[in-house]
Structure formats: structure tokens, C-alpha cells
T-cell receptor
Framework: AQSVSQHNHHVILSEAASLELGCNYS??????LFWYVQYPGQHLQLLLK??????LVKGIKGFEAEFIKSKFSFNLRKPSVQWSDTAEYFC?????????????FGPGTSLSVIP | SQTIHQWPATLVQPVGSPLSLECTVE??????LYWYRQAAGRGLQLLFY??????ISSEVPQNLSASRPQDRQFILSSKKLLLSDSGFYLC?????????????????FGEGSRLTVL
């Protein structure tokens, strides 16, 4: 069965620090990869996604993620965080060949940015 | 535009009582529908998903069931709640087929329902 792990449960950074949140998935076949974000009091929303092509994908609000197939990883990065980036971040995976419509989420990483 | 609504937003129920959480989507046809449970430190656990009326895929054997009586209505139920059913339940939808998870890839989430079983 597919699974998604995220390296950190809670990350605390100062404003302007660089961010990298780790994500690894277990499935070895073709995958679609996603990062979702949940700001305090708001709905979960899509931050960025990877389906194919350039393994470096850019999302909203200056976030980017790199797909490294050999490492089964899809880490999220941002060069300089802001206080408004405080949120919970979820990595997710979908395997189009084995579970077309199923999206599996990781445990989430809570990011706190200190002004 | 499309909207998704869940209710009730908050529910406190005794152990052994029944449960019904409802989710409806407006502004789209034949959406994929999903029920997730969100627990602190455990992320979003996929419970059920549906690609059409009466079509339910169950991911985790448990005390809950789901039904899709209408195209844009998704119901999460239990006949007898357990303490372990407490949690935050999220409904989500996406476009069907190639425009769905394989297309835009985006799931759209509802506001969530907080269930406390005492």
C-alpha cells in the first residue's frame, strides 16, 4: 500500500530563514505528487503539484518542490519564509496506474514562523 | 463557481449513538467525493471515496460507512459510535476522470466537522 512520510512534525523558523520540508513516498511506480497547505482557520488548499516533466515545480507564494525519483522524495522549499507562511503543510501522492482516484496524505508538518 | 458544504460543523455524541455527517457540492456534475479524518500528528486518513452514485470505495475497515444517494451528496454514517471515532472529518471533491486527480490534481475541501464522542 502507498504511504507518505514527512520528516518533521513541527518546524519553527524566524522570518527570512530558508525552508525545506521533507516528504517521502513508498510507491515505486508512476506517481503524482502534491503539497497542500492549511492556514489557521482556513480550508486545505493546493500549493503545488508534480505530474511529469521538469522535476522542479513552482507553486503559489514563492514555494517550489523538487521530485527526486531515485530517492522517492518530493521536498518543499522556500528561500525566505514570512510570518504569513505559518500553517500546516501536507504532502500527498496519487498513483494513476494502481489507484486512479485515491489521494494519500502524509502526517503533516506544522510550520511556525516567528517575526 | 463550485462550492462544498459540510454539516454539522460541530457534534457531540454519546458512545453507542448513531452518526450522520453530510456533504454536498454545488456547481459541478459527477464529482469524485472523498471523506478524510484529520488527527493531530497523523495527517489526513482517507476513509472513503466515490466516483459515482452508489459507488463507494472503503479504505479503512472501521465503524463507519459512507453513502452517495445523489450525484453531489456524500454521507458519512455510523450505527454505533465509539470513543475512537472522535476527530475532525473533512469532505473533499475533485473534477471527475481525466480532469480530476489526473488533470488539475486538485482536491477541494469543505470546512470540516468536529466530532466528539463522550
Amino acid at each position: 500500500a502507498q504511504s507518505v512520510s514527512q520528516h518533521n512534525h513541527h518546524v519553527i523558523l524566524s522570518e527570512a530563514a530558508s525552508l525545506e520540508l521533507g516528504c517521502n513516498y513508498s510507491y515505486g511506480g508512476t506517481v503524482n505528487l502534491f503539497w497542500y497547505v492549511q492556514y489557521p482557520g482556513q480550508h486545505l488548499q493546493l500549493l503545488l503539484k508534480y505530474f511529469s516533466g521538469d522535476p522542479l515545480v513552482k507553486g503559489i507564494k514563492g514555494f517550489e518542490a523538487e521530485f527526486i525519483k531515485s530517492k522517492f522524495s518530493f521536498n518543499l522549499r522556500k528561500p525566505s519564509v514570512q510570518w504569513s507562511d505559518t500553517a500546516e503543510y501536507f504532502c500527498a501522492v496519487n498513483s494513476p496506474k494502481t489507484s486512479y482516484d485515491k489521494v494519500i496524505f502524509g502526517p503533516g508538518t506544522s510550520l511556525s514562523v516567528i517575526p | 463557481s463550485q462550492t462544498i458544504h459540510q454539516w454539522p460543523a460541530t457534534l457531540v455524541q454519546p458512545v453507542g449513538s448513531p452518526l450522520s455527517l453530510e456533504c454536498t457540492v454545488e456547481g459541478t456534475s459527477n464529482p469524485n467525493l472523498y471523506w478524510y479524518r484529520q488527527a493531530a500528528g497523523r495527517g489526513l486518513q482517507l476513509l472513503f471515496y466515490s466516483v459515482g452514485i452508489g459507488q463507494i470505495s472503503s479504505e479503512v475497515p472501521q465503524n463507519l460507512s459512507a453513502s452517495r444517494p445523489q450525484d453531489r451528496q456524500f454521507i458519512l454514517s455510523s450505527k454505533k459510535l465509539l470513543l475512537s471515532d472522535s476527530g475532525f472529518y473533512l469532505c473533499a471533491w475533485c473534477h471527475p476522470g481525466l480532469a480530476g486527480v489526473m488533470g488539475t490534481g486538485e482536491l477541494f475541501f469543505g470546512e470540516g466537522s468536529r466530532l466528539t464522542v463522550l
